[in-house]
């Protein structure tokens, strides 16, 4: 009898990509074979997300346009917006089963099993935030949580709802983890979280974020290390220090001439450059905080990439206030923004706030601080140019067979000539021109 088929789509952040293979490793264990979200499947899980109002709707639409593919076929939802408004996902007539993240680690309970019981030493370890993975199926970066939920309560977000207080994965895990994925291949390790810069508040005696990327650095095996996103007030001087010296520290990597194993790349929410703004989204710093940290980074390394967050739209921002907050981030020594339009989500406190901004405002900002987005990762890409770095190569690139296309240590993508056999691996590339914030080089011997 054939196995039965299962798919898997994943809306949102890192964090559900992580846990996304969490959910495909215990299904492969229980003897599912993973196909396409397109493909005809028996069953679907969707890992849904609630961060917008349109992430929510997005996540509705899909569930309907699932169902159609095969009538006959089991819809799971789980994720942030099956944890924090369930009813919503099981009013649709589409879906069969609505679970909360708690039980993302426990698919067993809740799908059919499969009619081949699979091996015992198939069965993945588990940590305190569910089953530890093996590989990221397509993906050279490998995504590792360390840790989950927020205490703070900033007015606009809904994460600690979903997510609930912050808790960390013992140190002793995260690197059973790591050793994993890097038994497995991964050239790189992302450590990722709700709120990242709190790892190990929660746990007497454990390593904080610093002791963390120490231990991390220090094991043989390991190629590479980044950060994912750390509040402005979690970033210590001892942190900076570790990142502009590559994780390096007080002795030199040997075994890694040139740079060491950490990659030079921040980022840090801002979401406003308006201190009125700031403080109705309880923000805990103002602009001035703010511009002293990316500076004291810049002075560190001054290759080092600072991408930043920024919220436009926040009710009762002005015309002034938003001109505050284009012309704080035009002086700041970014690399990129992400930016975000302004959602209302039921149950934060910004949400009952007045003077809600026009959502045509809300787009124009929001076109106005992509195209600085824009600029300022042109112009860091093109300080580049010259320059030796070192990468991580991905895929062949859509346009050749022959082209490469790769991820420097300092978040900016480019593109060499090579073969094959290099995908997955870390090379040194020469940097002969950037174009548009792409770099362009050639492989170093």
Known sequence: MARPTAAIKTLGCKLNQF??????????????????????????????????TRTARDCRQLCRRTKRLNPE????????????TPEQLEQIAATDIVIGNAARGRLAQFVPPADTAPPTDL????????????????????????????????????????????RSVPAGDVIKQVNLL?????????LIGTHLG???????GDADLSGL????????????????????????????????????????????????????HWHIPMQSGCDEILQCMNRPYDTSFYRSLIERIKLTQPDTAIGADVIVGFPGETDEQFEQTRAFIESLPLSYLHV??????????????????????????????RAISERKRAAFAN??????????????????????????????RAEVAGSPELIGSIAKIQVTNAHGGMLHGELVE
Not at 344 to 364: F, H, I, L, S, Y
């Open 19 to 52: 846990e996304s293979q969490q959910m495909r490793e215990q299904l492969e264990a229980l003897g599912y074979c993973i196909v396409p979200f397109e493909a005809v499947a028996d069953l679907y899980v969707i890992n849904s997300c609630t961060v917008t």
């Open 73 to 84: 076929s089991l819809l799971l939802v789980t994720g942030c917006y099956a944890q924090v």
């Open 123 to 166: 069965l993945p370890p588990y940590a305190e935030t569910g089953p530890m993975i093996r590989a990221i199926s397509g993906h050279t970066r490998a995504f590792v949580k360390v840790q989950e939920g927020c205490d703070a309560h900033c007015a606009y977000c809904i994460i600690p709802l979903a997510r609930g207080a912050s």
């Open 182 to 190: 890097v038994a497995a291949g991964c050239p790189e390790i992302v």
């Open 198 to 204: 709190q790892y190990g508040a929660d746990r007497d």
């Open 213 to 264: 990327v120490r231990a991390l650095c220090e094991l043989p095996d390991l190629l590479r290390l980044r950060l994912s996103s750390i509040e402005p007030r979690e970033i210590t001087d001892g942190l900076i220090e570790i990142v502009a010296a590559g994780g390096r520290c007080l002795e030199a990597d040997s075994s890694r001439p040139g740079r060491g194993k950490l990659c030079r």
């Open 340 to 369: 975000f339009t302004y959602s209302a989500r039921p149950g934060t406190t910004a949400a009952r706030m007045p003077d809600q901004v026009p959502g045509q405002v809300r787009k124009e900002r929001n076109h106005i601080l």
């Open 383 to 412: 300080n580049m140019v010259g320059k030796q770095l070192e990468v991580v190569i991905e895929q062949f690139t859509e346009a050749s067979d022959n082209e490469l296309s790769a991820i420097t240590d300092n978040y900016l």
